[in-house]
Structure formats: structure tokens, C-alpha cells
């Protein structure tokens, strides 16, 4: 019989085993929902003056329109970064040995953990969007815009969780892991996430301009705030299509690697 | 099908450093037995365990498990041994059930047959109680039993319990090793065993293999073992007056001298056994000495251990943490 199926029920069990353990641990979850929405109210009860009134403000109907795709950001990079740290605790705590110590494909182990990197990200996505447009937020690309939205976030939790995994191959440490976070946490400020480049000035300005996250934020704001345009839905996606497959790729090696040396 | 569960040939493990955890360790293990892997911290016991179970690449040698090249067919491997390693590796916040199935579906069983086997498996370990509850409430005893079934999803051909009872309070540890026998015997699965514990691969194993410093140092039977260092062990402690010396001079004319006695004694094997203890005490008597304490005691695999290596292990009266 095909090969496949086996590897597509050992993902999905992996994953559902993923996304339980989460749910079960507030700790990995709760800062992933809190953080961004309350950066996104606080945000937005700060400078809901700022559109029309900052010179380089993109127009847009409110802040909080303009926060969402942020705080999106900013969510499936904290999962991101808990799923890390949970897949380096199961090699230190040894679960990862009996999936291989069992017949568990090689593949599973990866598409397991991502499966549920990236569940866990367009529950994220859906949620925010809901949130936001409860307080008034509309998305003015509508059901495509969302989706469209929903596809970049899809791929941003695949890239980050594959970063995750990565770092956890490598270091083994779920400490190590969660103590990259503060790394990740200044890309993201250092990037348009939470205000526009326009309003930036100097390095900072030019350093924003270089971080990916700032168009992958771009692409998906411009689907909620209006001004998308095909090419911008694909430049978020290919950005995020394309991290996706560099750390993916770079997980996928450090497993083989791990596998090959083995302790 | 070969008779041998597990068949090694010069298998060397080398560590960065050029440390060998393994030395070049040839063992055969037959098919139906409990074998016993007996060894010190560090002895090279978890690093022989991770060869064998397809975890670990060695250096040069061979092993066969199951039938199986470890390093030629390892997906074959996988499939027929159960692994349970140390540091029992469980999911707190996943319950004992959840688990069991979870096993079942990575190993290609059908849904019905997960939930069927983890019934089956839960009731054997006696676990059936603590089944819907989530493993981080479970005693320590509770979580290896459940490491053990966890191990069992697939009826494996051959166990691998790496350590199973460190760090088990003694009621805990009898029920495991009432539960690997039952295993041994009913299920006729083979069980490879690692321990530092002599009681453990007294009480359990039919065969014992001790290793030391990652080479084999004495491989038989326990029985064929204690043979080996033959003659029961004479101690004596000295009282009123008379010396430990005083006391080894008298013995030494009984057998050969033991060193490690208890403090204020001396000791002596007895080729000529329990009869031989009479007239060693008579000449103590004849001689003057005075002594508060006698014993005569069996060969123990710590006194095997202690031939072999030069040193006591872990778990044994004499031992020194």
C-alpha cells in the first residue's frame, strides 16, 4: 500500500498531541492571546489620533484597523517560539527518543509540530480579526482579504515553527529556545508592525525597511486598511512562502543531522 | 528467524574525546529470558541500550536485535522491540489513555486496536483508575508502569527496559518486577534489563552480563556466577580484647583473605564451606581470640561484582555512596 498514509496519520496524531498539550498549559498560550491584544488596545487608545493627523500615516478609517495585522504578527511569533521550546523539551525529556525508537517517520516528527504551529497560527489570525472587528475594525478586502490575510499567517507559523524546531534541534534546551525570544521580540519592533515606515526617521527607519516582517505586516495590512493589490498579496506570501522553506528546510536538515550524530 | 533476541559483535561506542562508553562488548542474549545488564553509573549500560535500540550509531562492530542488522534495517528493528528508556518520557499534561492510543496510531495500528489495546494494556499495569487522569498527577511507580505499557502497545518481541525501577520506593519496585515477569512468562516477550541494582538482577533476571568501564567483565547466570567465585564467606569481628589482626591470623589458615570485612573484623572464603566453620571457630578458641561477631554468608553478585572489578556496587550492604 502507499506509503502516505501512515505519515499523514502519524502527523495528524503528532499534531493533535501538539495542540492538546497546549491547550492544556496556559503557559503556552496565554502570553500568544494577551500580549497582542492588549498591545493592540493599548496601541489604539494611544494613537487613535494619529491617522490623518501624523504626517506619513497611511489613510485608514482607524488605528485599529491598522494594529490587527500586527498584533497577527506578533501572536504566531510568541506560539512560534512556546511550540520551539515545547519540541526541545520533548528531546530533553525523552519523548522525542521513543518516536524514534519506534517506527514514527522521520517526516511526521517535523509535519507534526508544524501541523500544529500552523492550526494554532490561523486560530490566532481568525481570532484577532474577530476581536477587532467586535471594537469596530472592518476588513476592507472582505472574505478574499481575509483569506488572503489567513494564507500569510498560515505560512509565518509554518516559518516560525520551523525556526523553533530548528533551534531546538540544535540546542537540545527548551530554556535556550525561549531565551531567543527577546531576539524575535526586537525584530518585530524593528519592523512597521505597530506603526508605519513612513513615520519612521534615520537608522531605524532604514533598518525597518530592510526586516521582512515589515512587508509581510504590510501585505496583510493593506488587505484590511484597502489599497491591496495582487502584487501586494503576493509579495506577503512570497515572503512568507519563502522564510517558510528556508527554516523549514533548515529544520528538516538539523533533524537528519541530530538523527545522523545522535547524542 | 534466529533463537537470539540479541547478538553483538565487538560493538565499540566512541564519544568526542576518544572516550569509548562501549570497549568492543560481544554478547548474545537467547530469545524467552530476562536478561540482566548489570553495571555502575556510567558503566556504559544506557549507551550499549541506545545501540541496540536503533538511537544510537556505533562506532564499529555489529547487532543483530530481533533478527535484525541495527544499523543495516532499523525500521524493521524499531517495529519488533518496545523501549522503555530512563527518565520514564511521559507528557504531564496528556492523560495515561491518551498516551496508549497516541502510541498505537505511530506504530500503524488501526483506531479500533488503539482503544482496544490501551483498554487491555491499562488494566495489566493497573492503571484503569488513573487512566482518564493526566499523567502529571501520577505517582512515580504509577508513571513507569505506564512507561511499561506504553512500551507494550505493539507486543515487541524483545523489551528494552533501560533502569526501569532507579528512584522507585520498594513496594513500587517488587510490583514492576511481579509485572515483567508475568510478561516474560505469559507473553514470552524477552527482556533486556539494565540495573545497577544486584537485588534487581538477582530477583529478576536468568542471566546476568556486568559491565564495567565498557567491556563485559563477567557474563553467566547468577547462579553459574557465584559459583564462579566458589566459597562462602567467613567474617568474624573481634571482642574483649583481641585484634581484627589477631582474628586474620587464625583465619588465614582456612582459605584466602578477603579485604573490605566489617570495621574491627577480618573475613575469609571457605573452600571447605559451612563444615570448615566449625573448625575455624574451634581454632579461634584454641587460640585465645575472643570475637562478638560470626557469619557466614553465600556468594553474592556483589562479590562477583567485587572480583570482577575490584570494587563494590551501588545497592549493596558494603557499598560506600
Redo the contacts between chains.
Sequence with gaps: MTAAI?VI??TA??A??SI??TI??PQAWFPALFFPLVLMAIFTASFGGAPGTIPGFPPVRSFLDFAVSGAIIQGVLIGGTSAGAAFATDIE????????????SRTSILTGRLGASIALGVGQALLFISVAAIFGARVDGGVLGIFIVVVIATLFAAAVGGLGIFLALRTGSGEAVQGMFPLFFALLFFSSAFFPLDTMVGWYHDVAALNPITYLVESMRLEIIGGATIWTALTGIGIALGLAVITVGASALALRRRL?V?? | MSDQAVETRDLVREYKGGVKAVDGVSLTVESGGIFGFLGPNGAGKSTMV?ML?????PTSGTAIVAGHDVMKEP?IV??R?G?A???????P??TGR?LLR??G????MKRADCRARADVLLGRVDLEDAADR?VGTYSGGMRRRLDLA?SLVHEPVVLFLDEPTTGLDPVSRVTLWDEVRRLNVEHGTTVFLTTQYLEEADQLADRVAIIDGGLIVADGTPKALKARIGYPLLSVVAADGSTPDDVARVLSGFGEMVPGARDGGAAVRLPGGSTAMADAVRALDDAGVRFAEIDLAEPTLDDVFLASTGRHLAGSDDATA
Design positions: 501512515p496519520r502519524q496524531a503528532l493533535w498531541r492538546v498539550t492544556r498549559l525529556g525523552g519523548f522525542f527518543d521513543r518516536l524514534v525508537a519506534s517506527p514514527t545522523r545522535a547524542a | 541506545r535500540t536503533t538511537l544510537l550509531r525500521g524499531r517495529r522491540i523501549v528508556l530512563q527518565d520514564a518520557a511521559i507528557d499534561y496528556m491518551e497516541l502510541q496510531v505511530l506504530h500503524g493526566r506504553l
